[in-house]
């Protein structure tokens, strides 16, 4: 089966880091995204990992760990705006289709 | 990325009937996908839907409460049947193009209410 793992709340500083975390146990590994999603509104693509290591781009960063099945999104300079569900998802080996994981509500605070 | 409509954006329906939900894309992509989000849930995958043949069903969904159809390219539809108030959810559609990366994007949502 498919198993992933993530807080289901995380409250943070405007202009502090967040680092919210994700493990996961599946049956096969084709790359883990990541994605925001404002309440009422579609999840919107952050980050992609195959690989392991840190990819960075802007604001944010995602990293894999593909032996320990635990990747992190890291956001810096946090901004009012970022508040919403963060989503874990992980493409198990053999499709492109994408296992979700419980999502993280990041809750931004002055 | 390629732009994801859905129809409608909303409905409120009676128990027992049902409702074909569409999705276009503004470009060829190889995949489609329907998932459910439930009232504070995250996603779940319903189905992936396949050109000119069957839809490919997870665990837990039907074709016959679920037909899908996806008749080219660009075009998806997912039918909710048989309407009952566990059926109140949204359904997203999303499409997977792999220039770089695997990456999927998803459509706005249809926002369903059963009564």
């Known amino acids: 089966g498919q198993n992933i793992d993530q807080p289901t709340e995380m409250t943070a500083t405007e202009g502090a880091i967040v680092q919210i975390n994700c493990t996961y146990q599946t049956s096969g590994f084709n790359g883990l995204f990541w994605y925001q999603q404002h309440a009422g509104e579609a999840p919107t693509f952050l980050s992609y990992n195959v690989l392991d290591g840190l990819e960075e781009k802007g604001r944010f960063s995602s990293f894999l760990s593909r032996s320990k099945g635990y990747s992190y999104l890291l956001l810096k300079e946090l901004q009012m705006k970022d508040s919403a569900s963060y989503l874990c998802?992980?493409?198990?080996?053999?499709?492109?289709?994408?296992?979700f994981g419980t999502g993280t509500q990041l809750k931004v605070e002055l | 990325s390629a732009v994801i409509s859905q129809k409608p954006s909303r409905d409120i329906c009676q128990r027992g009937t049902s409702l074909t939900i569409q999705c276009q894309v503004d470009?060829?992509?190889?995949?489609m996908f329907w998932y459910r989000q439930q009232p504070g849930q995250s996603l779940t995958l319903i189905a992936t839907?396949?050109?000119?043949?069957?839809?490919?069903?997870e665990s837990g969904f039907v074709i016959d409460k679920f037909p899908i159809s996806r008749p080219n390219l660009t075009f998806s539809t997912l039918t909710v049947s048989n309407m009952s108030p566990e059926d109140s959810s949204i359904y997203l559609c999303s499409a997977n193009r792999q220039i770089l990366h695997n990456e999927q994007f998803f459509g706005p949502g249809t926002r369903l209410t059963v009564l």
């Open positions: 998802a992980v493409t198990p080996g053999g499709g492109n289709k994408l296992t």
């Open positions: 470009s060829q992509v190889t995949m």
């Open positions: 839907a396949n050109q000119g043949s069957e839809a490919t069903y």
